[in-house]
């Protein structure tokens, strides 16, 4: 969709200065994880638990490491390097979680998949054991952990990783749940750094086999756009098959994007965000509702091409609607 900012307005918007204030994600099983790590701040993540924070759980020995770096994401800027340093001399992990599920709880007796992005750290020197795990914690302790044992290779690009856990019965859920990964090295004083982003959960659909979301959702149609001096209104209509517990991207471009500008598969954007390919564009909105309003830095008189995208739970992306 090609529109100019021309007309005159009035309106104040706050909806784009305010997108992501409170969470990143904004859409996904829970949207309010903050699985692309977007509002961690950099350097190592405290002890206190919250609705915001990632957290570290503190064992024996040095050299852990759970450090929030702020370029070089895996769409989004933001990564969590989790592991053991060689300065370890005792110990042999480190295991990091997640903010606080909060507008929801998990279900008891359910398959979840956990799915990430990762690649080894360039400090790596050693494949993680596999001994290292995923886990979900019922009230964010540790004792209420249902953990699944994983194994990672050390890929030096961002790969795709998913496996399952399932809660139990018996526990009670509460909004103070969190997920999470435990990373180990088989040789305290060898380092085992691992870089993860977009850690996202959900309900496998089958759960049974526990396989993991691969299924990009159909896109939207009939965009409208109205553009003023000072923001531009987008509406369109909802793909019939529904969002699949996810939401809609919608991208900014000041140059008329190709057909493989398009955000990276499973990645986790925040407004702001760049989708960089042939042409850089600029996450204008992520949210559930089908209308947006952009007043992200809009110059009057100047041509904007923007391209909305459905996505579902596991972050899988529509085709670009235009």
């Not at 852990?64 to 992990?93: D, E, L, P």
């Not at 040789?187 to 299924?215: E, K, M, S």
Request: net charge neutral; with cysteine; charged share 10%.
């Amino acid at each position: 969709m090609k529109i100019k900012s021309t007309k005159i307005s009035l309106l104040i918007a706050t909806l784009f200065c305010c997108s992501g204030l409170f969470s990143q994600q904004q859409i996904g099983f829970y949207p309010n994880m903050d699985g692309g790590l977007q509002k961690q701040s950099s350097g190592n993540v405290g002890t206190v638990r919250g609705p915001l924070n990632w957290t570290y759980v503190s064992v024996t020995g040095g050299g852990q490491t759970r450090n929030v770096t702020t370029t070089g994401g895996y769409g989004g800027s933001r990564y969590i390097t989790v592991g053991k340093s060689a300065a370890a001399t005792s110990g042999n992990s480190t295991t990091v979680n997640t903010n606080e599920v909060t507008t929801t709880t998990f279900s008891a007796n359910t398959l979840y998949v956990m799915q990430f992005t990762y690649r080894a750290n360039t400090a790596n020197a050693a494949t993680p054991d596999p001994a290292s795990f995923v886990f979900i914690s019922a009230d964010g302790t540790s004792p209420t952990r249902k953990s699944k044992n994983i194994t990672l290779a050390t890929p030096t690009t961002w790969t795709k990783f998913y496996d399952t856990v399932r809660t139990d019965n018996i526990t009670p859920q509460a909004t103070t749940g969190t997920a999470g990964i435990n990373i180990r090295t088989a040789v305290p004083g060898t380092a085992v750094l691992v870089d993860i982003d977009n850690y996202v959960i959900y309900p496998a659909d089958n759960q049974t086999t526990g396989a993991a979301d691969i299924t990009a959702p159909d896109p939207v149609t009939a965009i409208n756009t109205v553009a003023s001096p000072a923001d531009v209104s987008l509406d369109w209509s909802a793909p019939i098959t529904g969002i699949d517990n996810g939401g809609y991207v919608v991208v900014r471009y000041t140059t008329n994007p190709t057909g493989t500008d398009n955000p990276l598969q499973n990645a986790i954007y925040a407004v702001g965000d760049s989708v960089i390919n042939t042409n850089i564009g600029t996450v204008v909105y992520v949210g559930k509702n089908p209308t947006a309003l952009d007043n992200l830095n809009i110059l009057t008189g100047t041509t904007y091409y923007y391209k909305v995208y459905t996505a579902d739970k596991a972050f899988n992306y529509s085709t670009a609607a235009r």
